[in-house]
C-alpha cells in the first residue's frame, strides 16, 4: 500500500477520489455514466455544478410540458437514491 493513501477515505464506486456526498453523488465517474444518459433522454446538456445544494438549486427547466416537468423534478432525488444504494 502507498503511503498516505488509504482506502477508508476513498470513494467506494470509483476508488480513485475521496469519499464525499458530492463526489458520490454527482462527480464520481460511475454517477456521471448515470447522469449522462438521463440527461440526455430529456436532451439536455448540463454544466454541473460543485455540490448537491447548488444542483438542487439549479434544477429548473421551464420549457418542458406538465407532465414531463414533473419527472424532471424526481430525477435527482431518484437518481441519489440509486446511486446512494449502490454505495451501500
Excluded: Q, Y
Amino acid at each position: 500500500m502507498r503511503r498516505g493513501w488509504s482506502m477508508v477515505n476513498r470513494c467506494i464506486l470509483c476508488k480513485e477520489n475521496e469519499e464525499s456526498a458530492d463526489h458520490i453523488l454527482i462527480h464520481c465517474g460511475k454517477a456521471r455514466e448515470l447522469w449522462t444518459l438521463l440527461l440526455s433522454t430529456f436532451g439536455v446538456l448540463w454544466v454541473f455544478p460543485t455540490s448537491v445544494r447548488n444542483l438542487l438549486l439549479e434544477w429548473k427547466i421551464k420549457s418542458l410540458g406538465k407532465k414531463r416537468r414533473a419527472v424532471w423534478r424526481m430525477v435527482p432525488i431518484c437518481l441519489f437514491w440509486c446511486i446512494w444504494g449502490e454505495r451501500n
